[in-house]
């Protein structure tokens, strides 16, 4: 009797839980689908123009931190990269 009690008990925790996760899920799709709409306000040339010859350089951060205006943190830390062409 003790099993069958806890198993009711449990379902209704979980069908409980669900109730809650669910309008977090559709408010999240519904941000998601927002974001996914957006036009990029960079658009690719019509003609693009093309490099001749050969590209040269780099581009290199070392230890580079970000933080947006009023934060408390950082939002990138100590990031180091280097991009080559």
Known sequence: FMQYAMQIIFSF????????LIP????SAQRI???LKVEPA????ENPRH???EI???V??????????????DA????SFKALP
């Open 33 to 35: 689908d927002e974001v």
């Open 24 to 27: 977090r899920a559709s408010v």
């Open 76 to 79: 990138i830390k100590n990031i």
């Open 13 to 20: 925790l979980m069908l409980s839980a669900m109730f809650i």
């Open 60 to 73: 290199e951060f070392k230890n580079v931190s970000f933080r947006y205006l009023g934060a408390e943190e």
């Open 51 to 53: 490099f001749q010859g």
């Open 42 to 45: 960079i658009k690719d040339p």
């Open 56 to 58: 040269k350089g780099t």
